[in-house]
């Protein structure tokens, strides 16, 4: 019995001393510092049957290093970091391994003149099983540690529907051509009118259609009346109400008997210029675009509705300017005008679409316009409460704007809609979605490319 009580007290003292040794071998600190190869360490151990935690730091002028190593776990598990900073050769390291039977999830980051990161999540593997990103020492200077971010994809670009080279008709059926110019999916391919309006410019406009290149992204060949559609991209009609290049719809109000920049780029500017009503205890002006000029090079073409006090139906009141000189567009035979073509210079083309107060006006290069000049009828001003005076029927613009050559900074109402990756900033679903800017893009009359936000500058001013 005696020698029973022997053993089993021999056995206590062996299992307490192990567990001091075992104590003293996992937990335990360091520190060191020196000019070359200084080093500071500290290590801390817990676990069950093997697994260690340790925290160790080193930092020297030379080679330094900071280490940091913990490691928990069950039959082999391990946790480690590490970390190191040195001047020269220096690294910076971080491991965490955890697992059962020796499973291990690492993380390592290192800086200094290379740099390494790493990542892994591994059972039954350890810390560099993951995936692994780090540099050469010196030479990737520690850029290597972050995977850099692929570059956003570029704006997108409004391409132009228009601009397109005239080609011969097609043989026998007169089916007119063009081979699209402007950058996009459409460029260089030839669309041919359809067998329905073989012509672009048919000669009886109230009774055909007229055949529409379109060299946008749709890049097709289409059947149109000639005369603007409200519902395009590029329109502003009503008491205005614009469709932006983005197609999102807007009403920019601005005021009675004030000039507005639309459109404002380098190579081209484009004011509009507003009628409107007041009628009593309202806050704002009803408004209408009464004018538009435009300006490009040293040059300056205006198109206007005239002031009417009874509308006929049958009666122009177009008018048209070039330069400050009132020029007539002929309403039979070619029914066109045009500026005489210089060398370099643009060629401005005003054609009749309709007989009357319905044109289709170009400019090489820059932009085409369809424009009607339409009043303000009886039942319109009741139902919407304009109260307008007896004697004026507030003859206004229906216009489509379509642009060829505008750049990515352009500016103005309508013109900064056609920016690559413009947001519109109105408010959608609401019955009259308002843009502002009033103050940025007034101009100081029809004829001043000045405004806040304008771009444009002439060559010379024209005396109008």
């Known amino acids: 019995m005696k020698a029973r009580r022997v053993c089993i007290l021999a056995a206590l003292v062996v299992l307490f001393v192990g567990s001091i040794v075992a104590q003293a071998d996992s937990n335990g600190n360091g520190n060191g510092y020196g000019e070359e190869d200084g080093n500071n360490g500290n290590a801390n151990g817990n676990g069950n049957l093997g697994p260690n935690n340790g925290n160790g730091n080193g930092n020297g002028n030379g080679d330094g290093n900071n280490g940091n190593g913990n490691g928990n776990g069950n039959l082999g598990g391990n946790n480690g970091n590490g970390n190191g900073n040195g001047n ?91 081979k699209c110019l402007g950058a996009g999916a459409c460029q260089y391919k030839t669309l041919t009118c359809p067998s329905d ?13 007229g055949c529409f290149l379109d060299c946008s992204s749709r890049c097709q060949a289409t059947c149109k009346w000639r005369k603007p559609d409200c519902n395009e991209k590029g329109s502003v009609c009503y008491d205005p109400r614009f469709v932006g290049g983005d197609g999102v719809m807007f009403y920019f109000h601005g005021s009675k008997g004030n000039d507005f920049a639309i459109v404002s780029d380098h190579n081209l500017h484009i004011n509009a210029h507003f009628i409107g009503n007041r009628p009593a205890a309202r806050t704002r002006d009803f408004t209408w675009v009464q004018a538009l000029s435009l300006m490009f090079d040293a040059n300056t073409l205006v198109l206007a509705a005239n002031r009417v ?15 400050g000189h009132s020029i007539s567009v002929p309403t039979e035979g070619e029914a066109e005008w045009s500026s005489s073509s210089s ?68 500016e103005g109402v309508l013109g900064k809609t056609y920016r690559g990756g413009y947001v519109s900033p109105v408010k959608r679903g609401v019955a009259m979605p308002i843009m502002g800017g009033e103050d940025k893009y007034r101009t100081p009359s029809l004829y001043s490319p000045s405004c806040k936000m304008c771009l444009f500058q002439r060559p010379s001013i024209d005396v109008l």
Request: hydrophobic letters at 25%; aromatic letters at 4%; proline letters at 7%.
């Open 309 to 323: 006090s009874h509308w006929d139906n049958n009666t122009d009141a177009l008018l048209v300017k070039w330069n």
């Open 343 to 410: 060398s370099g210079a643009r060629q401005v083309v005003i054609e009749r679409t309709v007989d009357v107060n319905t044109v289709r006006a170009s400019v090489s290069g820059l932009v085409q316009m369809d424009i009607r000049v339409t009043p303000i009828g009886e039942k319109e001003n009741r139902v919407h409460h304009y109260e307008l005076p007896s004697d004026d029927v507030f003859a206004h613009l229906e216009v489509n704007f379509n642009f060829f050559n505008l750049s990515e900074g352009v």
């Open 88 to 178: 020269a050769g220096g690294n910076n390291g971080n491991g965490n391994g955890n697992g059962n039977l020796g499973g291990g999830n690492g993380n390592g980051n290192g800086n200094g003149n290379g740099n390494g990161n790493g990542n892994g999540n591994d059972q039954g593997g350890d810390e560099n099983d993951g995936d692994w990103q780090g540099g050469d020492d010196e030479e990737d200077n520690g850029q290597k540690a972050r995977r850099p971010s692929p570059p956003p994809p570029p704006p997108a670009r409004v391409i132009p529907s228009g601009n397109y080279e005239s080609l011969s008709a097609v043989p026998n059926s007169g089916q007119e051509r063009g």
């Open 197 to 209: 309006c073989p012509e672009r410019k048919p000669k009886k406009n109230r009774k055909q259609k």
